[in-house]
């Protein structure tokens, strides 16, 4: 009979030649633990050796529905004995009904299916630019982003990405780009001229350390775009497509955006992005200006198509509000008991927690707890479940915080975390201001 012990002991061993050839030939992008996940299920990653991980990081906001969720399944297995590839010359089957709802859910006109969330980055600067070229003279070139912001890795997304340390090794960038402090509508006032040709602004800033536009500054930011005849663009990779607990977050809002772009959960995992756009806008693109060899292929469009509709048939929506609501207070109450945690912030199931010190560790802490949590801008815990948690879930996440808060050794605040905070603070956060003091 074989030995369960040795097959064991073979399959372990065949997963460490994995972690050793992954470091020897990948490219030096990721700093990564030596662990291997090898399935999921729901919210729960089991790695190599069977261990389970509560998932509160969701691949980075991406897999909103959670691991084989069996109808993402079914439409996978399906489409992929039928069409998995056509070239955009021609129409495939799920491409036209995919856009269609799209434009439902966020009030624009028009879409184009990229392959990420930077391409469909790049398509809308692309879109600003060729639209004010078509109605304005050349100097109208300016596109305005906001500190803190992330955009994408590409040349035109790292442009308009705020942190230097994406921005400088890669100098020269691409020209015309400038930053307005965050939610500082006098600097927006100074700094939106008639060069402008597009306003670009995360809802819900992400990596930028879960901080969230203020009304008053997003409904500035509109009166400016439409007295300008510039492009408002809501970047909602992140936020987008019901974490917020509305389909994207701009929807608090009274005015809407001309350009929306969403990625990450769009395709349950799979790489599908899309930028979305009123017809004033859109319509500045015509056939061969833009383009896509992936874009939109059947089988990731299909997988979309079924993922709004889950979102819409069992409720994700309301869960994403109630158990983000449940996640809030859970925070706030662990706060209370942690004079590092200075600040709780987000909106539904992207919750952010500010500490007086670097990160880093308590992520450690919570991997070794069997929990996947992140850290943004060094001192920012970043919580970003998927949609389909439960509140048995939340409970079981803010014990297991609750733990990694009171065992984590406590190290000594950072530069750029005190930088962060020196931001919040000349926004006017008050709480903001409340962690410098911290910091010190």
């Known amino acids: 009979m074989p ?51 509560l998932d509160f990081l969701g691949g980075i906001a991406v897999n909103a529905l959670g691991y084989a969720h069996p109808r993402l399944v079914r439409t996978l297995r399906r489409e992929a004995g039928r069409l998995t590839h056509v070239s955009n010359l021609f129409h495939n089957p799920y491409q036209g009904p995919l856009a269609r709802k799209l434009a439902k859910w966020s009030g624009m006109d ?108 997003w409904n500035r930011a509109r009166e ?19 974490r917020t607990g509305r389909a994207f977050a701009y929807q608090k809002f009274a005015s809407q955006p001309d350009i929306v772009l969403v990625a990450k959960p769009l395709a349950g995992g799979l790489p599908l992005g899309a930028m979305m756009a009123k017809e004033k806008f859109a319509s500045a693109f015509s056939p061969g200006m833009h383009g896509s ?63 007086t010190m670097d990160g880093q560790a308590f992520v450690d802490e919570a991997l070794r707890r069997g929990l996947l949590i992140n850290c943004t ?18 409970k079981d996440f803010l014990t297991r915080m609750e733990a990694v808060l009171a065992k984590t050794p406590r190290t000594q605040p950072k530069k750029a975390a005190v930088h962060a905070v020196r931001s919040a603070s000349r926004a006017g956060d008050t709480q903001g201001k409340r962690s410098l003091v911290a910091a010190r």
């Open 293 to 355: 060899t992936f874009g939109g292929g059947p089988l990731v469009c299909a997988v979309a198509l079924e993922f709004l509709r889950v979102v819409e048939e069992n409720g994700l929506f309301a869960n994403a509000r109630d158990r983000g609501a449940e996640l809030r207070a859970g925070l706030e109450q662990l706060s209370g008991k942690f004079d590092f945690v200075t600040e709780i912030r987000g909106e539904g199931l992207m919750q952010g927690m500010q500490l």
């Open 377 to 394: 801008q060094q001192s920012t815990l970043r919580f970003v479940p998927p949609f389909i948690i439960m509140s048995s879930q939340v």
């Open 3 to 53: 030995n369960p012990k040795k097959s064991v002991s073979r399959k372990n061993a065949s997963f460490g030649v994995t972690i050793r050839e992954a470091e020897r030939y990948l490219a030096n992008t990721y700093k990564r633990p030596k662990l291997v996940f090898t399935h999921g299920k729901g919210c729960t990653l089991y790695d190599q050796r069977g261990r389970a991980y």
């Open 224 to 242: 400016l775009a439409s007295q300008h005849d510039a492009a408002l663009i809501a970047d909602e990779i992140q936020c987008g497509l019901g």
């Open 110 to 217: 028009r879409v184009f299916f990229a392959n990420s969330g930077a391409e469909a980055v790049e398509a809308a600067l692309k879109l600003a630019r060729a639209y004010a070229h078509s109605k304005h003279d050349a100097g109208k070139t300016k596109i305005l982003a906001l500190e803190n912001s992330f955009h994408g890795r590409t040349f035109g997304a790292v442009s308009i990405t705020w942190p230097e340390k994406y921005r400088k090794p890669f100098e020269p960038l691409v020209p015309g780009a400038e930053f307005v402090r965050f939610n500082d509508v006098a600097d927006l006032e100074a700094k939106f001229d008639e060069s402008v040709c597009a306003v670009i602004m995360e809802p819900i800033q992400g990596e930028g350390g879960i901080r969230t536009v203020s009304e008053g500054f």
